[in-house]
């Protein structure tokens, strides 16, 4: 009973920063009664599917999810909190310009996981924050002459629409760092009190040496932080890696009261005390880039803890980087392409597509090569259901499992098993892509060859695959909402990147089509490989010439003498 009334004493909860009738309505999710108590009203869980959907016997709806933990530095069995709930907290955007794609990476990652775990019939608090309090955007704010605040809101309903773009879906809330200064005064004073913490004329500093596991997520020893790396050189502190929770105004810098006098938070204070606010102090999920892991999310536990001893995250998930050239991504090196900048040439879901093309966990290069890969993957796969779409035209869609032949249905219970597999073995996105073709080369087969055509039962087959594919690109968000004007998107950014338009290949295919007739073969097979260099390729068939977008070749061929 004694340790109870401590816990209690220790882990105050925080006030929300709104009246919890206002939140809980707009947002569906309640604060913690109390810290480690997650609570949301209950409401029943709908899983993805629709008549057409074909949900095999043997196939299991749930499997156990296993996540690579960076605390314990391997791949461990999901088990959540509360049963049936899931509370995550993904550190955002600092606000100050638009993101690059190494924050797609980082977004897309977690929006892939909470897309699975809904899809696992959990009901998921996601919390993504905006820094908007920060050295950064000050920085930023006075080279434009703007407000920090209405500086940092502009560049975060910027990233929302990027966000969008990506069919990530909305978190659960997106608290603002500026929206919850008494939530960080009041975590500063539970440190203070509990003697982590020291105040040096009107700055606040984390005590590190104060911290016995200080170090264990990132294996770092507390002397190897040396003064001048990655800190600030300050005699004033009583360690060199002692880290700033509240700094003094300077002149002319956003600012608020404190019992220390006018200042504002420090990075790592704010995701400790909005993830208390809205998660408490216990819950699932905590992740983010892996540059986060030191010192960012080590700040966070050793200052968590530090309010509160029983203050617990189960699992620590970290992305790998996108690099270019081996390098890191980012705007400090300046070699970073903004998402608007990539998906000006390319479809958002093409983008999507590359960033999930390789496992979360392993760097990505960025390469045009790649962007092209994906490009055309994307092309094909909804091409192929469109494909199908058509053959089927308007007849219902609806279909029995009894009517679908076995050799059909044993088909997508492979493919069935082998993503609820895939993606339990801590999201492996590449196997879950890859496993894609068999069913889409069968929904070709079907379609396009003289013996698919005689096949018996042949549309209850298509509606069975495009169903099950329809469904697992749902759950991965790369599902459009229309076949149709998706690969016209396609098209239009390949003929971009190809600085052409649709007139332009439209009268090189009539100049082709002339060649052939006059049995100028070379010059029809010189204008085919024109366009193929830049990207267009031309099918024939009896109806005539189409095109559609490929990899150039002006990129294919260096790859293929490496």
Known sequence: MASLLNLFKSCRPFTPPFPRSHFTSRLRIQFPLRPGKLTQPRRSFTPLSSSSTYKGDSTPSVKDLWLHNTMSRKKELFKPKVEGQVGMYVCGVTAYDLS?????????????????????????????????????????????????????????????????????????????????IPQIIDLINQIIDNGYAYEVDGDVYFSVDKSPT???????????????????????????????????????EVSWESPWGRGRPGWHIECSAMSAAYLGYSFDIHGGGMDLVFPHHENEIAQSCAACDSSDISYWVHNGFVTVDSEKMSKSLGNFFTIRQVIDLYHPLALRLFLMGTHYRSPINYSDFLLESASERVFYIYQTLHDCESVLGEKDSTFDNGSVPSDTLTSINTFRSEFIASMSDDLLTPVTLAAMSEPLKTINDLIHTRKGKKQPRREESLKALEASVREVLTILGLMPTSYSEVLEQLKEKALKRAGLNEEDVLRRVKERTEARKNKEYERSDEIRKELANVGIALMDSPEGTAWRPAIPLALQEPSTTT
């Open 100 to 180: 690059h794609i190494g924050h797609a990476r980082v977004y897309v990652t977690f929006d892939v996981l909470f897309r699975y775990l809904k899809h696992l019939g959990y009901q998921v608090s996601y919390v993504r924050n905006f820094t908007d309090v920060d050295d950064k955007i000050i920085a930023r704010a006075n080279e434009l002459g703007e407000d920090p605040i209405s500086l940092s809101r502009r560049f975060c309903k910027e990233f929302n629409r990027d966000m969008e773009q990506l069919q990530c879906l909305d978190p659960s809330v997106q608290p603002r760092v500026s929206d919850h």
């Open 214 to 252: 200080y170090g264990k997520l990132s294996g770092r020893k507390l002397e190897d932080n040396r003064a001048g790396e990655r800190v600030a050189v300050d005699t004033r502190k009583r360690h060199p890696a002692d880290f700033a929770l509240w700094k003094t105004a300077k002149e002319g």
